[in-house]
C-alpha cells in the first residue's frame, strides 16, 4: 500500500479567503473599464463600454485573465496593468474575511501555497491585514506563474503541472481550494482534489460544479470536516 503523503494545499485569496465581492472587485472592475477604455480608444477618445465589455469578455474566456489579452494584443506591460487596476484609496477599510483563518490554517496537515491570479503588491497586503502571511509556505501571484517564461496564471494546466513538479507531489495529494469553476475544473482535469467554496460568489454566477469539486463548502472555515474526504 502506498504510503499516504502530507498533502500541497493551493489556496486562491479573492473570494475564498475574503470576501472580495463586497468592496474590492467593484473597483477593480472600475479600474479596469477605465484603463481598457484608454487603452483601445482612439483619436484620444476613450472606447465606449459595450466595446470594451466585448474585450474583457474575449480576453477573459480566451486566457482566464483579461490582463493577458491586453499585453499580447495590444502592447501593455503586465506591471503597468496590474499597478492601475489594484488601486485602492483604502484597501484594508475594503476587507472583509471571518475570524479562525489563522487556527485553520495551522490544524490543516502538510505544506499551504497562496497561489492567486492576483498581483504580488495586492495580495501581499490583504495577506498581512489578515495576518496570515506568515501561515503560507509560499506565495505565488499572478506575475510569478510562467511556464518557459511565458505567464501562464490559472486555470492553466501546463503551470498546474510544473507547481507539483517543483513540489515533488503527485496530482492526487494536491488539494486547490477555489470560488472559480474553471479554476477548479483544469484542476480536477489534472487529477488534483478540489474544494470549491461559495460563501462569497453572488448566486447569479455560481455554475454547477459537480464535475470538477470533490467537496462544496460554503466557508474555508469547513474544510477541517471534509480533510477525509479530500484525502481519501
Known sequence: MRRRSEPLWLFDLDNTLHNASHAIFPVISQNMNAFLARVLGEDGKPADAGRVNAIRQQYYA???????????????????????????????????????LKKLLRRLPGKKILLTNAPRVYSGRVLRHMGLHKHFDAHIPVEAMRVHRQMQPKPSRPYLRKLLATYGKQARDCILVEDSVENLLAAKQEGLRTAWVTGYTPAHQRKRAAACADVKVKSVLQLARHIHRLRA
Not at 62 to 79: E, I, K, N, Q
Open 62 to 100: 480566451r486566457y482566464g485573465v483579461t490582463m493577458l489579452g491586453m499585453v499580447r494584443h495590444h502592447g501593455v506591460r503586465a506591471d503597468e496593468f496590474l499597478q492601475e487596476v489594484h488601486h485602492f484609496d483604502d484597501l484594508s477599510a475594503m476587507i472583509r474575511y471571518e475570524r479562525g
